[in-house]
């Protein structure tokens, strides 16, 4: 997925973690978020949820993060950063932009699979 999006976007990433769901605010979904520096988190959900939720996690969260990470490398920052609205609107855009890209990549590469290739 990282490679379809290209280097200009994840360099300075230096992890995608998989978490348990930390005990948020009752009122809110936390799907995932972005640490400065270069770190996304991705939290857990229901078992129950898990296959219909995996492409939303990998095409929509992931990539939405991933517009946070390069909003802060961009800019240098090198803490945690407060999120304003037009953050938001950027990330939403990034992913949007690159989630057709990423599933064709996805798509080619699990068909070379299946050839044998």
Same mark, same amino acid.
């Given at each position: 997925?990282?490679?379809?999006?290209? *280097?200009?976007? %994840?360099?300075?990433?230096?992890? !995608?973690?998989?978490?348990?769901?930390?005990?948020?605010?009752?009122?809110?979904?936390?799907?995932?978020?972005?640490?400065?520096?270069?770190? !996304?988190?991705?939290?857990?959900?229901?078992?129950?949820?898990?296959?219909?939720?995996?492409?939303?996690?990998?095409?929509?969260?992931?990539?939405?993060?991933?517009?946070?990470?390069?909003?802060?490398?961009? *800019?240098?920052?090198?803490?945690?950063?407060?999120?304003?609205?037009?953050?938001?609107?950027?990330?939403?855009?990034? *992913?949007?932009? %690159?989630?057709?890209?990423?599933? *064709?990549?996805?798509?080619?590469?699990?068909?070379?699979?299946?050839?044998?290739?």
């Amino acid at each position: 997925m990282l490679e379809a999006v290209g *280097a200009f976007a %994840w360099y300075g990433l230096r992890v !995608i973690e998989l978490r348990q769901t930390e005990d948020f605010d009752l009122g809110s979904v936390v799907l995932g978020r972005t640490r400065a520096p270069g770190e !996304i988190l991705l939290y857990e959900q229901p078992a129950r949820e898990a296959a219909r939720l995996r492409d939303f996690m990998r095409f929509d969260v992931l990539l939405h993060e991933l517009g946070h990470h390069l909003l802060q490398h961009r *800019a240098r920052k090198v803490g945690n950063i407060q999120r304003r609205s037009d953050h938001e609107r950027f990330s939403d855009a990034f *992913a949007a932009q %690159w989630k057709p890209v990423v599933q *064709a990549a996805l798509d080619t590469s699990h068909q070379r699979v299946l050839d044998g290739r």
